[in-house]
Nanobody
Framework: QVQLVASGGGLVQAGGSLRLSCAASGRTISSNAISWFRQAPGKERVFVAAIHWSGDSTYYVNSVKGRFTISRDNAKNTVYLQMNSLKPEDTAVYYC???????????????WGQGTQVTVSS
């Protein structure tokens, strides 16, 4: 199985930046893609971004395009989410998830990290 550890969250002011990390271990060869989700207080969990583990393909929700960048470091088995120009509405718990399925963009996930809190103040 695959284990995911999310980290890098914190408190920043609007317009600031944060870099989230998702470190993967275990049978990472079975993971075709890793995605970031977020869940704001009182809201549903929503998709943010995805990256294919064995390629350069990326996919973003429209609300973060131009502000967020998803990337990977294969040597460290780690996926990053660079978040710039943060807005208060970006406040949420951010989760990373991995999928062993081959659909692109991914739609089904079988591994989840614990989440990391991102708070953006006005």
């Amino acid at each position: 199985q695959v284990q995911l550890v999310a980290s890098g969250g914190g408190l920043v002011q609007a317009g600031g930046s944060l870099r989230l990390s998702c470190a993967a271990s275990g049978r990472t060869i079975s993971s075709n893609a890793i995605s970031w989700f977020r869940q704001a207080p009182g809201k549903e969990r929503v998709f943010v971004a995805a990256i294919h583990w064995s390629g350069d393909s990326t996919y973003y929700v429209n609300s973060v395009k131009g502000r967020f960048t998803i990337s990977r470091d294969n040597a460290k088995n780690t996926v990053y989410l660079q978040m710039n120009s943060l807005k208060p509405e970006d406040t949420a718990v951010y989760y990373c998830a991995a999928t062993s399925y081959g659909t692109w963009p991914p739609r089904r996930y079988d591994y989840w990290g614990q989440g990391t809190q991102v708070t953006v103040s006005s």
